[in-house]
């Protein structure tokens, strides 16, 4: 069998040949048309075969916009065309193209406008018809790897120039990453070039300094510099000393009429095409030879058999054709003809004639426009170019040397944006064939008043498909350049930006998933209970262990447990501390006796609300401090920077994860601890906000008596090596009580009945405490804390809203997030909301406009969906045990 | 996106390591100063957005955990002077 694998196109199977790229099955099978394109669904064939243009885009295994003339063909691999209708082999959609003089450029500025209401249904149109193929919204990309590169050199293209650089550093013991966006050489056929190539990558494979990373385009040069090229399942980050780019020139891009049918190549594509995969662009071609190594591409299609009906040469290159070939000296290409596919071409003579040639295959060298994009981007470090990107057609020799020496280049040497190697400038026909922009569209919006590069670019989008201008910016330049040539900036290259290849948004995307997940001891113990994990920052917490309720009613009427790990947990001791902690917080620390605690707000500068936890004196100048699951790391931070800036003595230590703790909350609490503890837990021993070392079963343990769901509780802060053991006691021990762990969710319904605030669930990055009725946890007359000279400050500003709690009758709550109205006007939203088993209401938080300094008595919540209103009073304190009585126990 | 900073104390390494403490503005108060309300409310609050040179916080997180003062380009992200 000669045929071993297959693509599936279409529903056809159509064999694969080693070497193989997607476009080079389609072009063995006589399938021509490959897209259709971006706004007159021309039809389009393969054109440069190189990577650059965007004739060639397919549908591959459901990604779009994948160019088939770089992609190897698979077995098993689905490839469709897109962006046709019926189909792209017969598209109505290429009406258009008669209806153009409708379409100006611009137009969806200058239509549907008005009547207004036309706009929508316009646009709905416009983005089904334009477009380059669907995204298939069901699929799951893939979560890649990020791989990180720190040589001294990375060379971008793995031609003559490229490899020479990498072989040069390597030999001056530097270490190098060569980057190609196939495989190198692949895209060129035999001859000299390519036994260049394939001897000098001989050459670099022995060199163990280079690491070759072939099949992944770079996509940007960042500052940094940084280099990204995107694998198809990896994104490498190259982070090099110094840059070469070697990306080569791309064959001039023809414009006149006619010029983007299928069947008009460049010449490098057909004998890539010819030479590379032994597939004939075309059987009776008309050759257009405009550069040195076009003569050898015509040797190479003669050799596939592709019959040359005409050469068309300047008289030096005319001389050096066989003789058995038909040319013509100095005559120009002026337009192809066909409706889906070149039927003839029409040829000027020297002496004005035109000459109509039938063939079906039109090979053009025009010449060469530099693959500069990657060389625009980069602009800073060391960065050079080596090879056809400074010296389109260049020789081989050449290249060698000018990769060499731009390997050994310390500094950037500017590259020159000359305007003489421009193409002339195009009469007629499509100049932009990724956005389908036409010598017509430039010229009327240079009337309109577009008059230089940038602005054409942005008005047009020329430059700005797929391409990114590889195939058009030189005519683009030079358009503006004949129309205004006194002025030179208004022709000046545009500014090239990232992606210069396209990528999709998994590669974009990569190594961002990797999140740091913070466990608990007492994770596994959770999951074997049956606990539904959820993250919360970057813990991993219970949400709940399968009943909500039960785990509520254990906390209001027996006794519960409640993994608190998480919590930032802090030492800080030294002689200053107190000192210290009296300048970060804007409540009393000198006056905490000994044993006893108080809840804090933590203010930035600005008086700000940012955190909040408590502070614990243990001993003299010996502090616990605790804050927030989310906030530990940030404050450590916090910390750190003033006790650097304020230069005083003290020691900082985040405790966070060397010690675990467990909230054993309810009514049972005292019971339960004096069962375990081999010391006293009674008022007397821990009074409400009191603080203990209490032995339980042999672990010490710190209890403090806070409690953020309003029962008596006591958290026990422990050594986390052993937190399973002290669950697994407490669990035990509580049997008899009722025990039950609860969960986030059982805790969210308990903290609202209290009408207690979580800060930046409830909270703002501009929320005052007196915004959220907490004045009294702010000293006022204390001389100086953090955050004071502007409290001062917003004293004088009347606040505009406050954070109330707020009542709702009914059995069920009204969502979080819902809008709150009086009358017709909006007032606020809700933050938090909860249905209270207990109290049998609705019970919320939620932020309400102050009208003329005074608080509405009731308000409407109205949810997302305008359907749900509910009547909410507005209350004054919390709705459960407002006088604290049972935390007081 | 490759910024990178010479930590004394721990070598040259991405930014990625690092918090942003902000644009170092100025002195903060201590308790022993004296308060100038207006300054200190353009100390806090006023931003210059320089485009160049400013001295600015970092912190190491995951590294020595210190905090550093650097002076960054804001136009090629060259950072100087750490300390």
Redesign the interface.
Known sequence: MRFMTFIDFEGRKLPVRDGDTVASVLQREGVTVLSRSFKYHRPRGLYCVSGDCPNCMVTVDGEPAVRSCITPAADGQRVARANGWPSVEHDVLSMTWFMRWALPVGFYYKLFTMPRWLWPFAQKIISRVAGIGPVDLTSKPEKLERRNHHPDLAVLGGGVAGLSAALSAARDGESVVLLDEGMIGEKVAPGPVRSAIDDLLQAVRAQSRVTIVERSPVTGVYEGPLVTAAAAKVLHMVHPGRIVVATGAAERHAVFPGSDLPGVWLGRGAARMAGVHGVRPGKQAVVVLGTEESLAHLETLRKAGVGIKLAVAPAALAARLPTDIPSLVDGQVVQANGRRHVKSVVVLTPTGDRRVVPCDTLVLSLGFTPRDGLLRQARQGTVNGAGQVVSPGCSVDEARASGTQAAQQRSSVPVEQSVANLPPVPEAGIVCICEDVSVGDLACAWREGYTSTEILKRYTTMTMGPCQGQMCHAHLRAFVRQQEPNVQWTSAATTARPPARGLTLAQASAGFDHHLELRTALHDRHLEAGARMGWAGAWHRAENYGDVLKEYWAVRRQVSLMDVGTLGKFRICGPDATEFLDRLYPMHVRTIREGRSRYTLMLNEAGYIFDDGMIALLAPNEFFVSTTSSGAESIEGWFRDWKETWKLKVHIVNQTAMLGAINIAGPHARELLSRVSTDPVDNAAIPYAGIARVTVRGISCLAIRVGFTGELSYELHHPASRSVELWNALMEAGADLGIAPHGLDALKVLRLEKGHVIISQDTDFDTTAGKIGLDWAIKMEKPFFIGRPSLDRLASIPPAKKLVPIRFAGDSAPDEGAQLMVGDERVGYLTSCRYSPLLKCGVSLGWVKLASGVLPAQVVAVSSNGKRRDVGDIATGPFYDPEGAKLRA | ????IDCPNCGSR?FTEF?F?GVLAGE????EST?D?AA??AR??YRSNVAGMQTE?W?H?AGC???LTACRDTL???VHDVH
């Open positions: 996106m490759a910024l990178r991405p918090w403490g903060p108060p201590t308790p308060i309300p200190e409310f806090v609050w916080r912190f997180f955990r210190r905090w090629t992200h060259a």
